[in-house]
């Protein structure tokens, strides 16, 4: 049986723009940073604080604490939409589904779920892009920038920095990655996230059983796979998954060279989760194929990783009423 969800009273405050100026030490791409926090040039709104923000680190001698700001923004959980600046029409398909386009919406949907969003991208040296990038900030001022290359063969990098600078930022039981190409139900999300655990080390999604290593080159996975009697390990596939406070507190604390990446950031993440010894919590509503009263995430398992033709489908899976207007109903864990 389900357990009870916990209450959870959102505050009304944002980002402020005198929180912009703050300085937030974090160990970030193996060295000890300054995580400046900025409104991106051009936003609008100017009498009201900013919710868009570019994370700018920088390398700095001697810096400690682990990173964490003394105001952070409380919420029960922070979902930060993974895209890249091929995916304008992507992000414009969610905010006529789910995301909603507006900051009052955005404001309206953290305050009914206890859940904050944003889109989460990197930077490009292409000055066309980065022009366009700020031109859409300006205009819908729901991102944030890492100061990471957006590229497809870092996205374990980015992964990682997502998740330092999203604790940095805010204060939250949950944070979860999501991909761009999946029709969410924030209101399920959130009943997902507020059931009581009694491991305080959660890694939340949909499992699957994969290679412990998947890259050729790497030799040294074979003791590991004697060890575990089978070269394959449980972890959650990549378009949705969360890990509790505690488990990424654990990632804001560790130098980063003591991490290895691997080619697949789902499989990058789910071995470090192995490492810690968390608790895996598999539900598969996370990786439904199509709306349910129970759904939570839909996307095209096992076809493509998301959504086939997400920019399509998306409007077509919220014109029907078993995605978008449907009850929220609890659904029995897995």
Known sequence: MPSSPKSFYPRHTTFSSRRSAAILAV??????????????????????????????????????????????????????????FGSVGRRQSLRKTWFPSDRQGLQRLEEATGLAFRFVIGRTSDTAKMSALQKEVAEYDDFIQLDIQEEYSKLPYKTLAFFKAAYALFDAEFYVKADDDIYLRPDRLSLLLAKERSHPQTYLGCMKKGPVFTDPKLKWYEPLSHLLGKEYFLHAYGPIYALSADVVSSLVALRNDSFRMFSNEDVTIGAWMLAMNVNHENNHELCAPDCTATSVAVWDIPKCSGLCNPEKKMLELHQKESCSQSPTLEADDD
């Open 27 to 84: 160990f970030l791409l193996g060295a000890a940073v300054l995580l400046f926090l900025r409104p991106f040039p051009g936003s609008r709104c100017l009498n009201s604080p900013p919710r868009s923000v570019r994370v700018v680190w920088e390398h700095a001698a001697g810096t400690g604490g682990n990173g964490v700001a003394s105001d952070r923004h409380k919420v029960m959980g922070f979902v930060g939409i993974q895209t890249g």
